[in-house]
């Protein structure tokens, strides 16, 4: 079970799903209609997930996304969208979303989703994360190629994109999760991304 605060200015929408969390065992601590009304109630409310609706009347999920990153709230955060351009796909990534469902899904797959994102992992649609590679490709600002990193660093992108832990990379390398962190960090800076996510979609886009 989590503790979870959605979000989303459609009323008949939110009631269905708040309805359908509850009987999937999850406890919904509240909800919200608009970007403010969220980010009030993110003072006092600690969820263990978000759930976000990308496009509101008034900013929508990036808003509040951009907003608590840069609190510095590492709460878990989930866009439930009707649909995303492969632009902000990656904005999103480098804002730190973990999980992107699409409202056409069928309802397990955000239960799934949530169970992802609460163990640390993302998890993003199939479908969206192939646009986003797409988009990544044609666009101008190309990250850097990986010849920029070193062979250490080479070979933990590599396992990034294997979708192992901190924990799993440290034991395969020999070395400490700290040193992981740091390792991560100068592959962060060096081809220009912030997140696993994002760096999964830009070295995959430099192998096109």
């Known amino acids: 079970m989590a503790n979870l605060l959605i979000v989303d200015d459609h009323p008949l929408f939110l009631d269905g799903l708040q309805q359908f969390l509850e009987a ?50 590492a709460v878990p955060v989930i866009f439930l969208t009707v649909s995303i351009r492969p632009e902000q796909t990656m904005e999103a990534l480098r804002l730190g979303v973990n999980g992107i469902v699409l409202k056409e899904s069928d309802p397990e797959e955000l239960l799934t989703c949530i169970k992802t994102v609460l163990t640390g992992e993302n998890r993003i649609d199939p479908g969206i994360m192939e646009q986003a590679l797409l988009h990544s490709v044609v666009a101008k600002n190309r990250v850097a190629s990986e010849d920029v990193l070193t062979e250490r660093e080479k070979q933990i992108a590599s396992l990034i994109r294997a979708g ?45």
């Open 24 to 73: 999937s065992g999850h406890h919904i601590l509240c909800c919200a209609r608009s970007v403010a009304d969220a980010l009030y109630k993110l003072q006092t409310e600690t969820p263990d997930v978000l759930i976000l609706d990308l496009s509101m009347k008034d900013g929508g999920g990036l808003s509040i996304l951009s907003a608590i990153r840069e609190q510095s709230n």
């Open 164 to 208: 192992l832990r901190n924990k799993v990379i440290a034991e395969k390398c020999g070395l400490t999760e700290g040193t992981v962190k740091v390792h991560l960090h100068s592959i962060f800076q060096k081809l220009g991304v912030k997140s696993r996510a994002e760096l999964i979609v830009s070295t995959m886009a430099d192998r096109h």
